[in-house]
Structures are given as C-alpha cells and as structure tokens.
C-alpha cells in the first residue's frame, strides 16, 4: 500500500514521517550508498515504477545533465552564483561549485523511458522499470 | 578556482519554535545570502519545490518574514523506498533597519531561489562630499 499524503492537515506531517522512516534504508544496497553527496536524492515507489525528487535549487536547466545506461542514472553539472560587482557580503550561507552524481538502482529499468521534469529547483526524474521485470499474474489451469 | 568547487550537502536546519506553529510538521530555514550593492540590500533564499504562488514576503514592525509552502499534493500515491533528506516548509524572519525603503521592497522567483530587492532609504545612500 502506497501512502496518501493528500490530506492538507495531515500531509506535511505523514510525509515528513515517511521520509525519516527511510533515512535508514538499505534499498540502494551497500555498493551505492553515497549519502552525503551532492545533490541529495529521495526515490519513491509509483505502482510498478520509481521517482527521483533531487533538491537542486538555483541551477539553471541549461548547466544541468542527465545521463542514463542500464540501470544508473548520473546527474551532474554546475550552480553558478553571481552577486554582481561591487557587492559587499552581509551573510554568506549558499554554496556554489560543481557536482555529479551516479545512481545505480538496484532494479531492471528502461533508460530510454525515463522522463525528467525541472521546475522550481526542484528535478523529478520517472523511472519505468523494465518490462520484463514487471510483475505479472499467473493463471492456474 | 572557486567555482569549481565540488558540491557538498548542506544539513536543512529546523526553525526554531518561537512562536510556534498550530500545524504538526517541522518548517526548515531556508539558506540564505545577504549582500549590499549602492542602492539596495539583496536577500536571496534558496526554497526549492516552492512556486511564486505559495510564497509570501511580508514586513511587520519592521521585521522581514519570509513563508514558503511546499505542494505537498505531488506526493501523493508515492512510497518513500530511499530517502536522504526531509521536505517541509520554509520560514525566515529578519530584523530589518530604519535605513531600508519598507515600501519599494520587490521579490523574483526563480529555479526555488527567491531574490528581494530591499532599497535603501534615501539617507542612507552614500554621498559624496565636497570639499569646499
């Protein structure tokens, strides 16, 4: 049973709960734990395929790639930060620099049906699984 | 080169409660720069999943609060497998000076990163002085 975080009151609080409910989770296996690596990636279960919601606010689409072969997905690229001239810094908390990132998961999927949304730093990535590894029902003679 | 510079995560930081909020949930601090050009004072917050529409800027006995919803609706019918970080709500306030144009304050969205434009006061701009 997937949960439904549709409920406005509640929604905030179950997902948040979800989310820390899987901090420890060994879905990736130990050969990809990369946690602490930039940028930091949550994958949901959809049906039969997965999602990957990546934080990735203020890059611009145009510094941002995406690569996929059998089952890894890499994201890398760049965040620029440009204060303009003759600005003097009051608080300095945002990062700019390089990344890239490879995923591999743990599952047969189809690179060529996988569809990427950036909108509001924010980078969804839909991941069908492949074909021949869906699940299908047996009939009984 | 600075700017090539690899990456690091950076750890969401809770709000702290006071006041607190009437709904369950933990709201996070958005990261945030602040830099002075001649005419103006920038903030910038990073608030990704956030859209131009569930943000709210507003300035009180001057103190600048910034409010961020995040669309929790996109994650419905989806089961977390693999997780790394948490998602909530963004609040930030800060104490703003006399020296700030309250009035002319403007905000721009853009790739979950918020600019506001804070003009200063007339005053406050630097002048020349002659001498005489």
Same mark, same amino acid.
């Given at each position: 049973m997937?949960?439904?975080?549709?409920?406005?009151?509640?929604?905030?609080?179950?997902?948040?709960?979800?989310?820390?409910?899987?901090?420890?989770?060994?879905?990736?296996?130990a050969?990809?734990?990369?946690?602490?690596?930039?940028?930091?990636?949550?994958?949901?279960?959809?049906?039969d395929d997965f999602v990957a919601v *990546?934080?990735?606010?203020?890059?611009?689409?145009?510094?941002?790639?995406l690569e996929a072969k059998e089952n890894t997905i890499r994201v890398s690229g760049r965040k620029?930060?440009?204060?303009?001239?003759?600005?003097?810094?009051?608080?300095?908390?945002?990062?700019?620099?390089?990344?890239?990132?490879?995923?591999?998961?743990?599952?047969? *999927?189809?690179?060529?049906g996988i569809q990427a949304d950036y909108r509001d730093g924010v980078l969804a990535l839909f991941i069908p699984r492949a074909e021949r590894q869906k699940p299908r029902t047996i009939k009984i003679k | 080169m600075a700017n090539e510079q690899e990456l690091q995560v950076q750890q969401k930081r809770?709000?702290?409660?006071?006041?607190?909020?009437?709904?369950p949930g933990r709201r996070y601090l958005p990261v945030t720069d602040i830099f002075e050009t001649q005419d103006a004072l920038k903030v910038v917050l990073e608030m990704p999943g956030v859209d131009k529409n569930s943000v709210e800027?507003?300035?009180?006995?001057?103190?600048?609060?910034?409010d961020g919803q995040v669309d929790?609706?996109?994650?419905?019918?989806?089961?977390?497998?693999?997780?790394?970080?948490?998602?909530?709500?963004?609040?930030?306030?800060?104490?703003?000076?006399s020296k700030i144009d309250q009035d002319r304050i403007s905000a721009d969205l853009q790739d979950g990163v918020i600019t506001l434009v804070l003009p200063k006061a007339e005053k406050a701009k630097p002048r020349k002085i002659k001498v005489g």
């Amino acid at each position: 049973m997937t949960p439904s975080f549709s409920d406005p009151f509640e929604a905030l609080f179950s997902l948040q709960r979800a989310l820390d409910a899987n901090l420890a989770s060994d879905w990736m296996g130990a050969r990809t734990t990369a946690m602490g690596s930039y940028p930091p990636i949550n994958i949901f279960q959809k049906g039969d395929d997965f999602v990957a919601v *990546i934080e990735l606010p203020g890059v611009d689409k145009a510094d941002l790639q995406l690569e996929a072969k059998e089952n890894t997905i890499r994201v890398s690229g760049r965040k620029n930060i440009n204060y303009g001239d003759g600005a003097s810094m009051h608080r300095r908390e945002r990062v700019s620099g390089v990344f890239d990132r490879t995923i591999s998961v743990p599952i047969e *999927i189809d690179p060529e049906g996988i569809q990427a949304d950036y909108r509001d730093g924010v980078l969804a990535l839909f991941i069908p699984r492949a074909e021949r590894q869906k699940p299908r029902t047996i009939k009984i003679k | 080169m600075a700017n090539e510079q690899e990456l690091q995560v950076q750890q969401k930081r809770e709000v702290d409660k006071k006041p607190e909020s009437t709904t369950p949930g933990r709201r996070y601090l958005p990261v945030t720069d602040i830099f002075e050009t001649q005419d103006a004072l920038k903030v910038v917050l990073e608030m990704p999943g956030v859209d131009k529409n569930s943000v709210e800027v507003r300035v009180e006995n001057d103190v600048l609060t910034i409010d961020g919803q995040v669309d929790f609706s996109k994650y419905q019918g989806l089961g977390p497998v693999y997780t790394e970080y948490n998602v909530g709500n963004y609040a930030r306030s800060f104490q703003l000076s006399s020296k700030i144009d309250q009035d002319r304050i403007s905000a721009d969205l853009q790739d979950g990163v918020i600019t506001l434009v804070l003009p200063k006061a007339e005053k406050a701009k630097p002048r020349k002085i002659k001498v005489g």
